[in-house]
């Protein structure tokens, strides 16, 4: 099945750098990413998506400058986090579109990463 | 107005019993697309089934099964014979037609499942 790597898993780092979080599909080409975020015991909340070779569509409130999305290739779209805060300690997951479908487009599956925990000190 | 909604936070359920986690959805798109992912204490998504909203039957996969009821707007989540291992976070989630095709999930804000021995 198809599979997505989210690396890191987890990364401390300190007020006010910058985090990279890479998602890669393995096994399959996606020209569309997802990224989301969770903070501790609530929902996933979609903040952006990824389109390969085109300027990422941000979700309403979500700052542009401050996530910056990079989908360079097929495989691999890239979310930094600049000049991070306390306050964007989060989980964040991303998801692939893979074009294996269950009868309609609709359906066709998400697959997620492993997701990365961000702890801004 | 959420679009997906579950109301139960939390839940405790007997090993072997089945459950039902609800969901409700609010769209005006006539073609849209549910799903259901259960997350465990290590973060990640896993896909359990997912229902169209042209499906006549309802989907089954394992010992999951959607019930989905088209006119109440409702797709809950049944889970025969529970086990151990089910507990997780279970969250509903849609897709609706009216990005083009490209657009990401709406999630609802989960149902902690604990299943007692």
């Known amino acids: 099945g198809a599979v997505v790597s989210q690396h890191p898993s987890w990364v401390i780092c300190k007020s006010g750098t910058s985090v990279k979080i890479e998602c890669r599909s393995l096994?399959?080409?996606?020209?569309?990413m997802f990224w989301y975020r969770q903070f501790p015991k609530q929902s996933l909340m979609l903040m952006a998506t990824s389109n390969e070779g085109s300027k990422a569509t941000y979700e309403q409130g979500v700052e542009k400058d401050k996530f910056l999305i990079n989908h360079a290739s097929l495989t691999l779209s890239t979310l930094t986090v600049t000049s991070a805060h306390p306050e964007d300690s989060s989980f964040y997951i991303c998801?692939?579109?893979?074009?294996?479908?269950?009868?309609?487009?609709?359906?066709?599956?998400?697959?997620f990463g492993s997701g990365t925990r961000l702890t801004v000190v | 107005a959420q679009k997906i909604t579950q109301t139960q936070p939390g839940m405790f359920v007997q090993e072997k019993e089945a459950v039902t986690l609800d969901c409700t959805y609010d769209t005006s798109d006539p073609s849209y697309g549910l799903f259901w992912y259960k997350q465990p204490s290590s973060g990640e998504m896993i896909f359990l089934i997912y229902q169209g909203s042209y499906d006549q039957q309802n989907a089954t996969e394992g010992r999951y099964s959607l019930n989905f009821q088209k006119a109440r707007k409702s797709a809950n989540l049944v889970i025969s014979a529970s086990q151990l291992g089910d507990s997780a976070m279970y969250f509903c989630?849609?897709?609706?037609?009216?990005?083009?095709?490209?657009?990401?999930?709406?999630f609802g804000k989960g149902t902690h499942l604990i299943i007692q021995p």
């Open positions: 989630a849609m897709r609706e037609n009216s990005g083009g095709g490209a657009d990401g999930l709406t």
């Open positions: 998801s692939a579109r893979d074009q294996e479908g269950q009868g309609d487009f609709l359906g066709y599956g998400y697959t």
């Open positions: 096994d399959f080409q996606a020209t569309t």
